[in-house]
C-alpha cells in the first residue's frame, strides 16, 4: 500500500517524504547515542558491583573451608 502511494507522488514529494523518514530516523539514532554514556556508566558501576560479590563469595568460601575443616576434626 505505501508503495502504490509513493508512486502517485511526485519526484519532489517523494524526496520530501523519504527526508522525513530519514529526519525521524536520524533523530532517533541521536537520541540512542547520547544514552551511550549513560549506558557505559551503568556498565561499569555492574562490574564493579560483580567484583565486589565475588570477593564476598571468596571470603565466604574460605570461612566455608574453615568450618567444614573444624567440623570433621
Do not use: C, N, W
Amino acid at each position: 500500500m505505501m508503495i502504490s502511494s509513493m508512486q502517485s507522488l511526485s519526484d519532489s514529494e517523494q524526496r520530501e517524504v523519504l527526508g522525513e523518514v530519514l529526519a525521524d530516523q536520524l533523530q532517533a539514532i541521536l537520541e540512542y547515542v547520547q544514552e551511550i554514556p549513560f549506558i557505559k556508566q551503568e556498565i561499569s558501576d555492574i562490574k564493579d558491583r560483580l567484583t565486589s560479590v565475588e570477593q564476598i563469595v571468596k571470603r565466604h568460601e574460605v570461612d566455608i573451608r574453615q568450618i567444614r575443616h573444624q567440623l570433621t576434626a
